[in-house]
């Protein structure tokens, strides 16, 4: 039987790698033990204390995210006047659209493509060539159900590394945070997910993806949620 990590420490540990904090001088800040964010100690659920400590601060982190994983990580992103949620980076939009009504697969293979029109997203991101609907578990950052909004990049010498991608092949369309790989002939896709197998083996491990094999990239541009 597989062990599942704490889900609290699953979700600081993706903040802090949200943040691009260095994991070692977050818990010193805070003068909490490292030791219990790696081994066995990432199977047992943080304390009452570390939390408000956390919270208490880092002002930006979502106290109902970080509880429940319900909701944005972030306060910034939270819009009180709205029905819906949503996190985006160029978009100057005041209201959101309405997602589709439509569910797909959860395997990343059979996600679907939408044009901007489809899903009323044009407005709000005007730079966007296509949408997704995602149903994943290995993309923290992304609530299952959500709708991201895509660029589609030509030139595959303009990722920007550390960034999430959609990435179609012939066999298979994925979201990853693309890194540099070993062999500058193929691209590394990571999944933020960390959780383990009880061997310490990650579930969702990176996969090396060849440049030649990619007919389609889209950059991530942002999401949106109906809640």
């Keep these: ?22 994991k ?11 030791s219990n964010f790696r081994g066995k100690g990432l ?7 570390a939390i408000a400590k956390i919270l208490s601060q880092y ?17 910034d992103y939270k819009k009180e006047s709205s029905p819906y949620k949503y996190q985006e980076k160029t978009t100057r939009a005041t209201h959101l659209p309405p997602c589709l009504d439509n569910t797909q697969s959860a395997i990343n293979d059979n996600l679907e493509l939408y044009s901007p029109e489809e899903t009323d997203t044009d407005k709000w991101f005007p730079e966007a060539t296509a949408t997704i609907r995602y149903h994943g578990s290995d993309m923290l950052e992304f609530p299952p159900g959500c709708i991201l ?18 990435v179609e092949t012939a066999e298979y369309r994925l979201i990853k945070k693309l890194q540099k790989s070993n062999n500058k002939n ?7 997910n960390p959780e383990q197998y009880a061997d310490g083996k990650l579930i969702h491990e990176p996969i090396d993806i060849p440049k030649e094999s990619i007919k389609h990239l889209f950059k991530i541009l942002g999401y949106i949620v109906k809640t």
Excluded: H
């Design 1 to 22: 039987m597989k062990k599942i990590l704490a889900p609290i420490k699953e979700r600081i540990l993706l903040y802090i790698q949200n943040k691009g904090f260095e």
């Design 24 to 34: 070692m001088k977050f818990f010193e800040n805070l003068d909490i033990s490292a």
């Design 43 to 49: 199977y047992s659920e943080v304390g009452g204390e």
């Design 59 to 75: 002002k930006d982190l979502n106290p109902e995210w970080l509880l429940t994983g319900n909701g944005l990580m972030l306060k």
């Design 149 to 166: 909004t895509l660029k589609e990049i030509g030139d595959k010498d303009l990722i920007v590394w550390g960034q999430n991608y959609c």
């Design 186 to 192: 193929f691209i590394t896709a990571y999944s933020s």
